[in-house]
């Protein structure tokens, strides 16, 4: 057999430096390629967090400077929980305390958020808020400890302790009321003016029994996890399960006081006795804890699916005409068909005269209409030069004619038109058959200084997109005055048409509160005026000369196109940003007196201040003729009601 012949010396000498210059070469082409897979992630994440902070997320002041978020309350009760947990003979140990809270940034499209109603909730940068119970934790001094073992001398306090215990509790108590309120802000956030309604139509829980039984019952499926793994406590362990399950057999059927069975007392004594025992035995506080948190976890979900549904159905009836409503609308119908007699306007030369002042008003609701006529005549001196445009849908277009047909307004003539018949038939180029009412959003306003603290929740009403349509439909008028049907008039308004308003279009009542510039993540890439401020609707005075002159209408159907219209709810949605960079540089400031905004979602308005108004805005969910209403505001609104009228008794109307 022959042996292989053996490499030169030579060509081994050779070999090493082409493999080292082979690893150099893979080494030259995987390094690049490595720095740029490390990079990539940094940089995308960096130029997400920079384009962020430039819409809308401008820094926020250090954590150090921060209130106490309910994150970190429930973090402090965790703590006192394992504290009193630990026996006193068991060693001390360090429990680890998490981080601060993390600040969450959103993107654009989720600080604005849209309801049901079109309603869109525009917010700037907020901290996080966490979900979790907001319990406070009362310590106790060493003092007050020592005194319930051994009995105290009695010493008269010095000036200094006393004024410091007072500062002490004074600050407590404006930590309390600050959290109160932040917890109500983060509320209306989510739910709206709903949080309003339920603070003030809360109901003080009574049943104490019941709600002793329900703490007994949580404390008891804490504790029986733990106490079902020791040894020896087999007695233990099967009285704590018989208790348990006698406390559900019970609140299965009672969920008050008087539905409780006469032993009552006898078991909540059981199961103390129970509770007593097992808290006495050496258990590990991280199961008992963790056991307590998933059942207040549990119940803070209960209780959350409950507020929303509950605030589901708020605005369902908020939004929702009542039966009796309806009810009346459909009579007028009817009995219009059956009495054409009373199918008479007055001469239209009324309704094209410069000589009289003209109203336009947009509404679907009979009363709402009725009390706005009402109110305005009611308080003019010369009601008889008072001409009334009512724009309605077709579904209660002939009830409305009926309505006013039947009641007489001092003279006033009243003129009730179908919006829809009239774009289809004379106006077919505007794509906007359908009548909408004013549209109403709720905006956040947060400070970015200081973000807990000046916070506002305001309620704005604008044009809607049929608004944009009265200059063609009322070719023949120089200038209107627009009401919204939840305004209640309470002084003259004839010196509206002694406004010279100059080149301005739209005079109307400023809300320097809320401007353009903090809203470019609503208004999108349109130019505009940063310093321009939000207006409102309620009682506007109109120039359709100077409205035709700019062309406003034409340059609203064009920046509508600009904004991504997909179905109704955007559409509604769009009108928010649609009026204010419509109307840009055209508004004429009214004084803030005239109108006062409000009586529909704030309860704080003081009744002299609304008695002396000018007119009175319902705008916001609870209107004056929903049972939602705030009581104490409906008597403004009553007061124009149609008293004695057939229709109104047969169908039960009484708002």
Same mark, same amino acid.
């Given at each position: ?28 082409? @995987?390094?690049? @390629? ?9 940089? !995308? ?13 401008? %820094? ?11 994150? #970190? ?104 009321? $600050? ?11 989510? *739910? ?34 733990? &106490? ?29 006081? $008087? #539905? ?14 129970? @509770? ?15 056991? =307590? ?9 209960? $209780?959350? *699916? ?6 589901? @159905? ?6 929702? =005409? ?28 009324? /309704? ?9 008003? =947009? ?22 030069? =008072? ?33 829809? $018949? ?13 009548? !909408? ?36 439909? *009322? ?19 004839? /010196? ?23 809203? %470019?993540?609503?208004?999108? %890439? ?15 005075? &109109? ?32 009108? *928010? ?45 609870? %209107? ?15 007061? /124009? ?15």
């Amino acid at each position: 057999m022959k042996a292989q012949p053996l490499l030169p010396a030579a060509l081994k000498r050779r070999r090493g430096p082409r493999v080292a210059v082979l690893a150099l070469v893979l080494c030259s082409l @995987l390094v690049p @390629l490595a720095f740029l897979f490390d990079r990539a992630p940094s940089g !995308y994440v960096t130029t997400e967090e920079r384009r962020r902070q430039e819409v809308v997320l401008p %820094k926020f002041d250090h954590e150090e400077k921060r209130r106490p978020t309910g994150a #970190d309350r429930e973090r402090q009760d965790a703590s006192a929980v394992r504290d009193s947990c630990i026996p006193q003979d068991a060693p001390e140990r360090k429990i680890p305390r998490s981080s601060s809270g993390v600040i969450h940034q959103q993107t654009p499209e989720k600080n604005i958020s849209k309801s049901s109603t079109g309603v869109i909730h525009h917010q700037t940068p907020e901290k996080n808020i966490s979900k979790g119970s907001t319990g406070v934790i009362h310590h106790q001094t060493p003092e007050k400890n020592i005194s319930k073992v051994l009995p105290a001398p009695k010493v008269e306090p010095s000036k200094d302790v006393t004024h410091s215990t007072k500062v002490a509790r004074d600050a407590s108590q404006e930590d309390e009321k $600050a959290d109160e309120v932040e917890k109500a802000k983060s509320c209306q956030l989510e *739910f709206g003016s709903y949080c309003l309604w339920s603070i003030e139509h809360k109901e003080i829980m009574k049943d104490h029994i019941v709600k002793r039984l329900k703490d007994q019952l949580f404390v008891a499926r804490s504790y029986y996890p733990s &106490i079902a793994k020791l040894q020896g406590q087999e007695a233990l362990t099967q009285e704590m399960k018989q208790n348990i399950q006698d406390h559900e057999r019970i609140l299965s059927v009672s969920t008050v006081d $008087a #539905d409780l069975p006469s032993l009552i007392n006898r078991r909540m004594k059981q199961m103390e006795r129970t @509770l007593v025992r097992a808290k006495s035995c050496t258990v590990d506080c991280k199961n008992v804890d963790r056991k =307590l948190r998933q059942i207040l976890d549990m119940t803070e979900d209960e $209780a959350h *699916f409950h507020m929303k549904q509950s605030a589901f @159905l708020y605005n369902l009836g908020a939004q929702t =005409l009542p039966k009796s409503h309806h009810c009346l609308s459909m009579r007028l119908t009817l009995e219009y068909f059956k009495s054409s007699s009373l199918d008479s306007d007055d001469s239209p030369g009324k /309704f094209s005269s410069p000589e009289y002042r003209h109203y336009v008003i =947009l509404s679907r609701n009979v009363l709402a209409a009725s009390v706005v006529i009402n109110s305005t005549v009611t308080s003019c001196k010369e009601p008889g030069y =008072l001409a009334f445009h009512i724009l309605t849908d077709a579904q209660n277009f002939y009830a409305m004619k009926h309505w006013f047909a039947r009641n007489s307004y001092k003279n006033a003539a009243i003129h009730v038109l179908n919006y829809e $018949a009239i774009i289809l038939e004379r106006l077919p180029k505007y794509t906007i058959w359908q009548l !909408y009412l004013p549209e109403e959003f709720r905006v956040l306003i947060r400070s970015i200084k200081q973000p807990t603290e000046n916070t506002r929740m305001k309620y704005l009403s604008l044009f809607s997109h049929s608004h944009f349509v009265i200059p063609e439909i *009322f070719k023949y008028l120089n200038k209107v005055v627009v009401l919204d049907d939840d305004v209640v008039v309470q002084r003259d308004l004839s /010196f509206l048409w002694n406004i010279d308003m100059g080149d301005k279009v739209n005079g109307a009542v400023e809300f320097c509160g809320l401007k353009l510039g903090e809203m %470019k993540n609503v208004l999108g %890439k349109t130019a505009y005026d940063p310093k321009s401020c939000a207006w409102m609707s309620g009682v506007n005075l &109109i120039n359709l000369d100077k409205w035709r002159e700019h062309n406003v209408t034409e340059n609203y159907l064009l920046l509508m196109k600009k904004f991504k219209v997909k179905d109704e709810l955007s559409l509604r949605a769009a009108a *928010f940003p649609l009026s204010l960079l419509s109307l840009q540089h055209l508004i004429y400031p009214l004084d803030e007196k005239l109108t006062l905004a409000g009586l529909g979602y704030d309860y704080g308005i003081d009744e002299e201040v609304a008695r002396r108004s000018a007119s009175l805005h319902y705008n916001g969910n609870m %209107k004056p003729w929903l049972e939602l209403g705030i009581p104490d505001y409906k008597k403004y609104w009553k007061r /124009f009601l149609v008293r004695g009228d057939r229709f109104m008794d047969e169908c039960n109307v009484n708002p």
